[in-house]
T-cell receptor, first 113, second 110 residues
Framework: EPEVTQTPSHQVTQMGQEVILRCVPI?????FYWYRQILGQKVEFLVSFYNNEISEKSEIFDDQFSVERPDGSNFTLKIRSTKLEDSAMYFCASSVRVNTEAFFGQGTRLTVV | ELKVEQNPLFLSMQEGKNYTIYCNYSTTSDRLYWYRQDPGKSLESLFV?????AVKQEGRLMASLDTKARLSTLHITAAVHDLSATYFC??????????FGTGTRLTIIP
């Protein structure tokens, strides 16, 4: 069964460092998303991406964040200068088209020290 | 502002009992999801509810949607320990993003 895969599963980084979280969406999906979940809290939307551009972003997704689809398969989230409060589980998701079910990857746990 | 509220936030129940988790949302929507999350794990899709009056059942879990009341329920019948997890509802409006509820942490006690 096709699935969304994310790497790495866990990343520890020092405050101020740049991190790139990677995702491989399901191959025939056209819409891609990043969500964040701080430990013990609800899942929050960060950004949606379609046709090689951001279609929507939340207030959380400030200038420190960027997304890219560098090739036909990968979808990345970059945090330029990490802060302690960026520590969270980051989930990538993809869907076939707008307003259809999104499928989530297993997540990347980011720990900023 | 789009809001999704769940209650209760925490639920401890004995095996064999029945209970209901409630999900209220602020603006009319036709698409609601229920997810299960085990500690440190990803989101497992349980149900997709697409229209008013929709009811879906899988094993001991049953979900329903009342779009007029802006309410969805997740009913647990004869709970077993394996159902211990955090359950989230999520609403999808005209745009494609999901807005999640606060989650309900369910603990089943033997």
């Amino acid at each position: 069964e096709p699935e969304v895969t994310q790497t790495p599963s866990h990343q520890v980084t020092q405050m101020g460092q740049e991190v790139i979280l990677r995702c491989v969406p399901i191959s025939n999906h056209l819409y891609f998303y990043w969500y964040r979940q701080i430990l013990g809290q609800k899942v929050e939307f960060l950004v949606s991406f379609y046709n090689n551009e951001i279609s929507e972003k939340s207030e959380i997704f400030d200038d420190q964040f960027s997304v890219e689809r560098p090739d036909g398969s990968n979808f990345t989230l970059k945090i330029r200068s990490t802060k302690l409060e960026d520590s969270a589980m980051y989930f990538c998701a993809s869907s076939v088209r707008v307003n259809t079910e999104a499928f989530f990857g297993q997540g990347t746990r980011l720990t900023v020290v | 502002e789009l809001k999704v509220e769940q209650n209760p936030l925490f639920l401890s129940m004995q095996e064999g009992k029945n209970y209901t988790i409630y999900c209220n949302y602020s603006t009319t929507s036709d698409r609601l999801y229920w997810y299960r999350q085990d500690p440190g794990k990803s989101l497992e899709s349980l149900f997709v509810l697409l229209s008013n009056g929709a009811v879906k059942q899988e094993g001991r879990l049953m979900a329903s949607l009342d779009t007029k009341a802006r309410l969805s329920t997740l009913h647990i019948t004869a709970a077993v320990h394996d159902l211990s997890a955090t359950y989230f509802c999520a609403v999808q409006w005209w745009n494609e993003k999901l807005t999640f509820g606060t989650g309900t942490r369910l603990t089943i006690i033997p």
